[in-house]
């Protein structure tokens, strides 16, 4: 097969792909290998999802972060893309016989709910309140139990770096409502401005620059 097109985008790109990495490597440490993973799986693009992994291994990120991250993005890109990148994942663990330990969790079951209302309050059941047939109960009901309770009470990372990667994932979704929301509670949970800027900065080549200009405009609004 002949890659001949895609060998000279690779060329062309090349630069791009450098020069933001070279420029945020001055403002982030791990996230600029974990932000393009989050980027490959959001988007349902996993042909480049190993060689991402092995690179994050070779920076000393921990399996177990790796997974973590990709698990809590179920939520927002949902299951199927999240097994498309876990297998994909894996598949790497496997060649570098790797292994998962048991995680730590919160001995509140209600740590994430708790979470929840302390960022976001009632914002969620506010705006569905209105929907038929009991749905307006039942969505909030199942985002505060499969999001929030589900995966903020895993210890594997902090509920700072939880509200930094979903909003993210969200920018990487272009989902303009939810990435308000989100940038005021990932700097409520302790981001600061620049951090989330120069995060989604690293996002750059994988969405564009009119995702990137839209959301960084968000965070500085949020943040003033």
Not at 96 to 116: C, M, R, S
Request: glycine share 4%.
């Amino acid at each position: 097969m002949n890659n001949e097109a895609v060998e000279n985008f690779n060329e062309l790109s090349a630069s791009w792909l450098n020069d933001v990495d070279v420029h945020c490597a001055a403002h982030l440490e791990n996230d600029r290998l974990i932000i393009p993973l989050i980027a490959g799986t959001v988007q349902g693009v996993t042909d480049q999802i190993k060689d991402l992994t092995k690179k994050a291994l070779a920076a000393q990120i921990k399996p177990e972060v790796i997974v973590e991250v990709i698990y809590q993005l179920a939520p927002v890109a949902g299951i199927l893309r999240v097994k498309a990148a876990l297998s994909e994942i894996q598949q790497v663990f496997d060649e570098e016989n790797l292994t998962l330990p048991p995680i730590l969790v919160e001995e509140d079951p209600e740590f994430g709910a708790k979470v929840q209302a302390e960022i976001y309050g009632t914002e969620i059941k506010n705006l569905l309140k209105d929907l038929p047939a009991k749905a307006g109960n039942f969505i909030p009901q199942a985002l505060t139990e499969h999001f929030f309770n589900d995966f903020y009470g895993r210890k594997v990372l902090s509920v700072k770096e939880r509200e930094r990667y979903e909003l993210l994932a969200l920018i990487t979704l272009n989902v303009d409502f939810q990435i308000k929301a989100h940038a005021r509670g990932s700097l409520k949970a302790g981001n600061s401005e620049a951090e989330l800027i120069w995060s989604v900065i690293q996002l750059l080549p994988y969405v564009g620059f009119p995702f990137v200009v839209n959301s960084v405009q968000i965070i500085h609004q949020a943040a003033n």
